[in-house]
């Protein structure tokens, strides 16, 4: 008998259900704090599942033959092994096989948009509601946080090669993780005083703990990988010092995009106009909820309105709302089934209370004489034909300008990478939009150099970081293997 063949013996004793009575069992939900309590602070919306809820949710699985599930997550992680473990509450024994594919699984069990990737093929969902795949996944990791068990893998032998790694978030994490593993000493070098990146800075506390994201550091630092806080690549240490003053022998560049777009209409230059990256900055990683036993107060008028449509809108209406203003207001120029943010995010914001105006598209900020903002000229739009990306386009309703009392506007349409280390590394081709272009392994075009994330795609999800993140050190593998042998043959 085949071992997979075995394998799938020995689940159909484990289960003691037919895959036909699976399928009856409904999809369980995640403990979760209520609405009207959760707009009063800042601690985590979604408790999880707990043990029994995990195997009530384990038991839907098919155990299909052919796993689709795998092929719809980037990093291909072995979710059909996982979720028997499950069941067989074997924790540690899924941990680890998940870890075998993302050295990330208790954020990316968070934050990471399983509806559209593994669990939109799950099988289960063909007739009913698909297997909670990221819930599964957030449980084994929280079950090791709190248990302990957890040991770091076998290393290889170390190779005598050194990689300078730039940016700590998800994609800086898992490249020195994978390259850790293959025996390289491995230097991140972050510009903020703390590690984590997006991670820390842009995903507010009730969707992604601080904690969290420090135990998951914690598990790449014991595979021996060095963090350096408060230096900026491209101005503390150029690119080429890495190289010639430092010794490394490859870098990968994974800064992710830090700029905030505007929407360059008139009245962005009023006070009380942010960028979400600044109020999620300012909230997140300087804790201005905390104020004042956090020095960093944040000013929020009365009536709050937050101008986008994705995750990071999302984030900074729920944050603006957890400040008690009067109003908080979400406008977008396309319909709801047009956001791009995820569905549950979508969700907890309108259990929260927020304001939806959708086909709604701002022209002007209105001020006072003091400078401030005091309206928002808005105008309704229709949708037209579909774009490129296959989203029908936002076509403005003539004569349809209105006015709407607001007093803080927050714009939230997107982010593009970090112009320094573009602009102070010589023979590093970028595009018009400011990306660094990469090849399909992920090497730029100076040598020695990869990259991967927002700072190659303009905007990318966490687990697309993480996969850019396996690829370049697969990438950086073959050709530290290169050197090696170029060395080799000269001596």
Known sequence: MSKKKEARE????????????????????????????????????????????????????????????????????????????????????????????????????????QESLCESVCLVGKKNEPLAIGKLERFVADYELKNGGFTPPQKAEAKGQSVAVVGSGPGGLTVSAELARMGYDVTIFEALHEAGGVLKFGIPEFRLPKHIVDAEIDRVKALGVKIETNVIIGRTLTIDELFDEMGFEAVYLGTGAGSPRFLNIPGENLSDVYSASELLTRVNLMKAYKFPEYDTPLKLGRRVAVIGGGDVAMDAVRTSKRFHPEKTILLYRRSREEMPARAEEVHHAEEEGIE???????????????????????????????????RRRPVPVKDSNFMMEVDTVIVAIGQSPNPIIQQTTPGLETSKWGTII?????????????????????????????????????????????????????A
Request: aromatic share 6%; proline share 6%.
């Open 10 to 113: 020995k689940f159909k004793k484990i289960m003691p259900m037919k895959p036909r009575e699976r399928m009856q069992i409904p999809r369980h939900l995640p403990l979760e704090q209520k609405p009207e309590c959760r707009i009063e602070n800042f601690a985590e919306v979604s408790n999880g599942f707990n043990v029994e809820l995990a195997a009530e949710e384990a038991l839907r699985c098919l155990e299909c033959n052919d796993p689709v599930c795998m092929q719809g997550c980037p990093v291909n992680v072995d979710i059909r092994s996982f979720i028997g473990m499950v069941y067989q509450k074997d924790y540690q024994g899924a941990i680890n096989k998940i870890r075998e594919s993302n050295y990330l699984p208790a954020i990316c069990g968070r934050v990471c948009p």
């Open 356 to 390: 939806f105006h959708y086909l709604t598209n701002p022209v002007r900020i209105h001020g006072n004489e003091d400078g401030s903002v005091r309206a928002i000229e808005c105008q309704k739009m229709e949708l037209g034909e579909p774009d490129e990306q296959g």
């Open 438 to 490: 990469v090849d399909e392994h992920g090497a730029t075009s100076r040598k020695g150099v990869f990259a991967g994330g927002d700072i190659s795609r303009g905007g990318a999800t966490v687990i697309q970081a993480v996969a850019d993140g396996k690829l370049a050190s697969r990438s950086i593998d073959s050709y530290l293997a290169s050197v090696r042998e170029e060395r080799s043959t000269k």
